[in-house]
């Protein structure tokens, strides 16, 4: 029903569609490989950019460029949060994630498409409007994300720069992090169902190493998504040194959860709560598909932690 909507109004939108196409194709082109080898015509110096995903926004922020156009965090209805502050300039909205709006897409007429790995019949309607590139597999380390972004959108000397500002934030923050380095840090994701854990290749796992902390030994599992959601009565699973505990929303099921849990003797008894070395962390930034803006957020969260100011020491 949803592809049969998108048809109709790719069809009514057609004669717009044309002279889109007949003003990107006079664009000044090059060829790049899009995450899949496969080689695609884009504008040598794309000015009209959509993204369709968090971390495509990310990175396009990073590289000093702001899209016209972009989908809605995950699990929100406005743009992602983590990324509010580093947006300068109005981004129109073109629907969700999942669920991208094509006919506001072709109104704002872009030169350049990035996006998620989506349906076929989703990329083949979105090349239809303007070329449409897949910039990341899922699980792959978010700087590889970062620097295919940058070839794509021509701006490899932009992201030398971030990449060095972000090198000098991992130091000063291992700074601030002192004597905790090599401790542990338990990522809980809760859900409506109840808690799970981010495994190793996670994304903010990625931050959590640079700054030289690690994972408990329980939320080693390989992967870059989470467990299956846990019973109260297996909890332990969850604990270390520190934790952070995210939800995708700041209300609903989940949240609801969380607060009924934090009641339980269960969650009460696992050291990091006894020892108030856990935190609330924002699940769309901290257990989702982030970039190179989201790692310094992380980072700054990681430091927040482990100097919380009520946190007891942790005993050898």
């Known amino acids: 029903m949803f592809l049969r909507k998108v048809a109709l109004s790719a069809l009514c939108l057609a004669a717009a569609f ?37 971390i495509d926004l990310d ?16 699990g929100q209805q406005t743009l992602p ?15 969700d994630l999942s669920r991208p709006n094509m006919e506001t897409i072709l109104e704002l007429e872009p030169d350049l498409i990035l996006t998620t790995p989506n349906r076929p019949e989703v990329l083949a309607l979105l090349n239809e409007i303007a070329p449409t590139v897949v910039t990341f597999k899922r699980g792959e380390p978010w700087k590889d994300t970062f620097n295919r972004t940058a070839d794509i959108l021509n701006r ?48 903010a796992s990625q ?18 998504t989470h467990s299956l959601s846990l019973s109260l009565e297996a909890l332990n699973v969850l604990d270390g040194d520190w934790m952070v505990i995210g939800t995708l929303s700041t209300s609903g099921d989940a949240v609801d959860a969380m607060k009924q849990a934090e009641s339980s003797p269960a969650f009460k ?38 100097n919380k100011p009520d946190a007891e020491p942790l005993t050898p």
Do not use: C
């Not at 082109?29 to 040598?44: F, L």
């Not at 931050?207 to 870059?224: E, K, S, Y």
């Not at 856990?278 to 989201?294: I, N, R």
């Open 18 to 54: 044309t002279a889109h196409s007949q003003t990107v194709s006079n664009e000044a082109m090059r060829s790049i490989h899009d995450v899949y080898g496969k080689m695609i015509e884009i504008p040598a110096a794309p000015k009209r950019v959509i993204t369709l995903s968090e």
């Open 59 to 74: 990175s396009t922020l990073a590289l000093g460029l702001t899209p016209i156009g972009t989908v809605n965090g995950r």
């Open 81 to 95: 949060r983590y990324l509010q502050s580093a947006i300068q300039q109005e981004i129109k909205i073109v629907g």
């Open 156 to 203: 490899q000397k932009e992201a030398i720069a971030f990449m060095s500002r972000y090198q000098q934030a991992v130091q000063q923050s291992k700074a601030d992090i002192g004597d905790k380095a090599g401790q542990t840090i338990s990522i809980v994701r809760w859900n409506p169902k109840g808690p799970a854990y981010m495994f190793k290749d996670a994304f």
């Open 207 to 224: 931050v959590i190493a640079d700054l030289g902390m690690t994972r408990p030994a329980n939320q080693q599992d390989p992967g870059h």
């Open 269 to 306: 008894q696992l050291s990091a709560i006894q020892t108030k070395r856990f935190e609330a962390v924002d699940g769309s930034l901290w257990t989702s598909v982030g970039g190179p803006l989201a790692a310094l957020s992380v980072m700054q969260d990681i430091v927040k932690l482990v």
